[in-house]
């Protein structure tokens, strides 16, 4: 399909969780945008599930084809099983990261999607470039604050 984009998606930590990022990759014909950003304190999920919506709300058309290669099981599995429309409907109580799904489920429907898990580190050059991205992007300096998380996680510690 010619008017399909791609998008090549990985997330980093290291500790979880830790200094973390996400690389991205988005090819429509001859176009081409490498993107990636660090957090100071976040977790691999989060930034797994970061990458895809950064590739998202990257693209300027609404109602796009978009295929996404990740290799993050978690979200892969979340949509293409249709968990996270459960979680949605039970308004995400005792699951992780809802910030981040309700914003991923509000781009989301704004294009046809289809997620294609990858195995990782499997010699997938777009894949390999967005983990290295990703890690690069999480050992900058002056990381931003990923202040959902460290919110959620301060909450957290008062129960």
């Known amino acids: 399909m010619s008017n399909e984009i791609t998008i090549y998606t990985d997330g980093a930590s290291s500790g979880n969780p830790g200094p973390g990022g996400y690389g991205i990759v988005l090819i429509s014909g001859k176009h081409r945008l490498e993107k990636s950003e660090g957090f100071r304190i976040t977790t691999n999920n989060r930034m797994e599930l970061l990458a895809v919506i950064a590739g998202l709300e990257a693209l300027k058309k609404q109602g796009s084809n978009v295929v996404v290669y990740t290799d993050s099981k978690y979200v892969a599995d979340a949509v293409k099983n249709r968990w996270v429309f459960q979680w949605e409907s039970k308004a995400f109580k005792k699951k992780k990261n809802p910030d ?41 300096k002056d990381l931003a604050e990923d202040a959902e998380y460290n919110s959620v996680s301060e909450n957290n510690m008062l129960f």
């Open 100 to 140: 981040l799904w309700i914003r991923f489920l509000k781009i989301y429907r704004k294009h046809n999607v289809r997620f294609v898990w990858i195995k990782g580190h499997n010699s997938n050059p777009e894949n390999e470039l967005c983990d290295r991205m990703a890690v690069a992007a999480s050992r900058k």
